[in-house]
């Protein structure tokens, strides 16, 4: 069955530090796989996503992940945190059906 | 930019209550979905809609439960008799030719006194 683990529930950063957050996914079959943004009261904001093209993908806001199948991840990275960045962001994986099923999420928190 | 929008932002409503919450999806799209959210967990599936039929249901979305797309515009959910479980943020979301990328709206958040 399908499942995501994202590691670290908070994420606290500097302002211009590195941002690196971590997926983990299970999968069967080779995955599509997804990260979403959710500022505070607001819906989920699709960051990027990887469909088996690119291992490396670029997404909005400066983002990018890499999908790794040896390690089975996908985490999610910055170079440089703003703090416009401080939301909640959740990994999300989709096999051959159509849900997605989520990662329970991390909240990251910008720091001047 | 096309956007997904529900309605409304904020339903109260009474145990034993029907409710039905609102979603216009994207307006090319084919596919739609209603994920919920309880509060401080994470989002899960509830359904997927295409072709004017369920195509896929979590273990969640019981007989209380039901969607429509009532006219080309509209997506709703009904939850016929609510519990105080049900109260969560529910997110209608979208996509287009494809099922991969799916397009959020800002949810509903709904909460059973």
């Known amino acids: 069955a399908q499942s995501v683990t994202q590691l670290g529930s908070h994420v606290s950063v500097s302002e211009g530090a590195l941002v690196l957050l971590r997926c983990n996914y299970s999968?069967?079959?080779?995955?599509?796989l997804f990260w979403y943004v959710q500022y505070p009261n607001q819906g989920l904001q699709l960051l990027l996503k990887?469909?088996?093209?690119?291992?490396l993908v670029k997404g909005i806001n400066g983002f990018e992940a890499e999908f790794k199948k040896s390690e089975t991840s996908f985490h999610l990275t910055k170079p440089s945190a703003h703090m416009s960045d401080a939301a909640e962001y959740f990994c999300?994986?989709?096999?051959?059906?159509?849900?997605?099923?989520f990662g329970t999420g991390t909240r990251l928190q910008v720091f001047p | 930019e096309p956007e997904v929008t529900q309605t409304p932002s904020h339903q109260v409503t009474q145990m034993g209550q029907e409710v039905i919450l609102r979603c216009v999806p994207i307006s090319n799209h084919l596919y739609f979905y209603w994920y919920r959210q309880i509060l401080g967990q994470k989002v899960e599936f509830l359904v997927s809609f295409y072709n004017n039929e369920i195509s896929e249901k979590s273990e969640i979305f019981d007989d209380q439960f039901s969607v429509e797309r009532p006219d080309g515009s509209n997506f709703t959910l009904k939850i016929r008799s609510t519990k105080l479980e049900d109260s969560a943020m529910y997110f209608c979301a979208s996509s287009g030719q494809g099922p991969y990328e799916q397009y959020f709206g800002p949810g509903t958040r709904l909460t059973v006194t």
């Open positions: 990887y469909t088996s093209a690119a291992t």
């Open positions: 999300a994986v989709r096999e051959n059906t159509d849900k997605l099923i």
């Open positions: 999968s069967s079959v080779p995955p599509y």
